[in-house]
């Protein structure tokens, strides 16, 4: 007598456990490689292991090294307005330059010339240049002592014109400057007051 065959779901039993390790290994194969791929793309850009220092996007924050103020200007103020300065030549940045108001015609300067130099005659040749350019010259004198370097005082509200008449006369911009309080000299009705120094930055031909 022949023995029975064993049944068709004796014969799939048979082979559902050599099935189920190749699918368990072909899940296993697939997670490894999504795992891979996403390493290398350093997952993403909402908590990814790996930053992302080359990305497309444009960084607009501001950078505290180029812009302390963080407004944006670069001058780091913080007010926003980029300010307006002059360099010298020699690589640093000076202050920033000042505005002046118009200057008044030269006619309603009045001018006092006062001899500080040691070179006899200086005030008066510098007068003559003064009237010949329609300023309003008072008698010139001289200063209380002699100095070195020429200076070009001016009262309150005539800085301008104070400017005006160096650059007339030659002489440099830094000789500009407010009337000392008090005053080490009389002068009258003077709105500029010149005094001539040993350095004879302003030459006048007699």
Known sequence: ???PRGSSGDAL???QPANAAARGALLVL???????????RGFDDEGG????????????S?????????????????????DTTLDGGDGTTDTTAEVLPPARPPEETTVLVLNGSGVSGAAGRVR????AAN???LAPGNAPANVDATSIYYVDTWQAEAAGIASLLGAPLDAVQPMPSPPPFEFGEATVVIVLG???VIAVAG
């Open 30 to 40: 697939v997670a490894v490689l999504i795992g891979v791929v996403l390493l290398a």
């Open 198 to 200: 040993a350095d004879q």
């Open 49 to 60: 292991l790996i930053a992302d220092g080359g990305d497309d996007t444009a960084d607009t």
């Open 135 to 137: 300023y309003n010259p």
């Open 128 to 131: 003559d240049a003064l009237l």
């Open 13 to 15: 039993g048979g082979r």
């Open 1 to 3: 007598m022949t023995a």
């Open 62 to 82: 501001t950078d505290d090294t180029t812009d302390p103020g963080g407004d944006g200007d670069g001058d780091g103020d913080g007010d926003g307005a980029t």
